[in-house]
């Protein structure tokens, strides 16, 4: 069995999520502090930079519900009804009042980073399973379709 030691949650380690955030095509890259997609609690830093689309999703198990704490930046999270209709917008960012949120599950919702270097710590059940079409918003462009930017777009402009 390999010894785990603690991990520090500091500048560094966001700072190296952040970058490597940057660097991939999708702008964003998560950091886990869970060991394998089976462990039953996932904890993880999610570094997203603006631009990048989350597809709206929603998890239906109800052991699935998430936890987000911003550590560092600001998102704007968009929650919507199940005809895709917007229903609560909040920002949340460190030292504004709201620096995080518990999303149930069945709550159809996406979030999008509304500055460069943004950060959150995310906690869920584990273990991983991939998103089901149910899950997937019908009414929302996937990530990669040639809508997607403008529908992004348009989110975005709710946090101006």
């Known amino acids: 069995m ?15 999520t952040t970058a ?14 869970h060991h394998g997609d089976t462990d039953a609690c996932h904890r993880l830093l999610n570094a997203i930079e603006p631009g990048s689309y989350v597809p709206p999703h929603r998890h239906l198990d109800a052991q699935k519900d998430e936890t987000f ?6 998102f704007g ?4 009804d199940d005809a895709g209709a917007v229903v609560r917008t909040e920002v949340l960012s460190v030292g504004t009042g ?12 996406t979030l999008l980073a509304l500055e460069p270097g943004s950060v959150f710590l995310e906690a869920k059940a584990g273990p991983y399973s991939p998103l089901a079409d149910k899950e997937r918003a019908p009414w929302a462009p ?3 379709d040639p809508a997607a930017p403008a529908y992004l777009d348009a989110l975005r402009r709710r946090f101006d």
């Open 77 to 80: 999270v968009v929650l919507f």
């Open 142 to 144: 996937a990530e990669g």
């Open 2 to 16: 390999t010894a785990r030691v603690p991990v520090l949650i500091d500048g560094a380690l966001l700072d190296a």
């Open 98 to 109: 709201a620096l995080g949120l518990t999303v149930p599950h069945g709550t159809w919702h």
């Open 69 to 74: 704490v911003v550590l560092r930046g600001r």
């Open 20 to 33: 490597a955030a940057r660097a991939s095509g999708r702008l964003r890259r998560h950091h886990n502090f």
